[in-house]
């Protein structure tokens, strides 16, 4: 299928006279999306500031399909555009307008310049940047610092990937100063891209969170067909509680030793609801643990 948030992609790189470097693609991408209300893409603040993990699978797949080619100019990575087609003339009007106004308004700057504007009006997307030496002076380097997130609190909290993007998941990660995230399904394949085990535990390292998958504590995929009420959820979770959960107790032991090293980490699956997924059920026997009273419970 042909998304219309690669059209936007495909648009940027010819707007840009059909070429273009991979950092200077992700800034220019991400401010185009400041003007749109339902955004294409979502960052994460990486490396080199902020950075979109599905673009980037976009930009792999359109060159697989022969709309792109990639090269290595020196030690980056630059796209060039292969197909003939006119991509700007096929989007919104809003967006084309974005579009025309980034082109216009940083079309000349270098890539630290452009670095520089986005680090300095958007300073969330650079906390985890390892060039802010090289790019800001001192009283502006502090600001980035402050908007890391630091909490002492003593916590375990829980998180579900249903109606997020992986970046928006990773944010909410970054911004709560999870430690460690704890995958409690019994399969990590997902059909959403970027929620299936690899993808997921590169996502997390990227961004200096520790990944885990403990399968032991998850539910068959066959049990959990067919729940079309609460009830029929409360007796699938109530079941859980007295047969998987009790039968790997010490894997639920081994994710208190974890939040106990850690001080603050995540149960995820993939329901929003927490009322709807077995995650509620091992945080509540992780939360009447005696060894973790003084820790609070917070579901995202």
Request: proline fraction near 2%; aromatic fraction near 12%.
């Amino acid at each position: 299928m042909f998304y219309y948030r690669r059209k936007i992609l495909l648009a940027l790189i010819q707007r840009f006279n059909g070429e273009i470097l991979s950092t200077f693609l992700q800034k220019d991408l991400f401010l185009v999306t400041r003007y749109q209300k339902e955004k294409s893409y979502d960052f994460i603040p990486y490396k080199y500031g902020c950075y979109s993990l599905l673009a980037n699978q976009d930009l792999e797949v359109l060159t697989n399909l022969g709309y792109l080619e990639k090269r290595k100019k020196q030690q980056a990575t630059q796209w060039i555009l292969k197909s003939e087609d006119n991509y700007i003339q096929q989007l919104k009007p809003e967006d084309i307008s974005a579009i025309n106004h980034i082109f216009n308004t940083f079309q000349k700057y270098s890539l630290n310049e452009l670095i520089h504007y986005t680090y300095i009006n958007y300073p969330y997307w650079a906390i985890n940047s390892n060039i802010l030496d090289e790019i800001l002076n001192p009283e502006e380097k502090q600001k980035i610092i402050s908007q890391k997130k630091v909490s002492n609190l003593l916590q375990l909290f829980t998180i579900g990937y249903e109606g997020l993007t992986l970046e928006k998941y990773i944010n909410k990660l970054i911004i709560n100063d999870i430690k460690l995230l704890c995958d409690v399904r019994k399969n990590s394949y997902s059909q959403k891209w970027g929620f299936s085990k690899a993808q997921l535990k590169d996502a997390c390292e990227k961004v200096g969170i520790k990944y885990i998958h403990i399968p032991q504590l998850g539910i068959e995929s066959e049990e959990r067909q067919k729940l079309t009420s609460f009830t029929a959820y409360k007796n699938l979770f109530s079941k859980y509680e007295k047969t998987t959960l009790k039968a790997n107790w010490e894997y639920l032991l081994k994710v208190s030793e974890l939040l106990q090293n850690n001080k603050r980490i995540a149960l995820t699956c993939f329901e929003k609801d927490i009322q709807m997924c077995h995650r509620g059920v091992v945080a509540k026997a992780l939360m009447e643990l005696p060894e973790l009273k003084e820790y609070k419970l917070q579901h995202l």
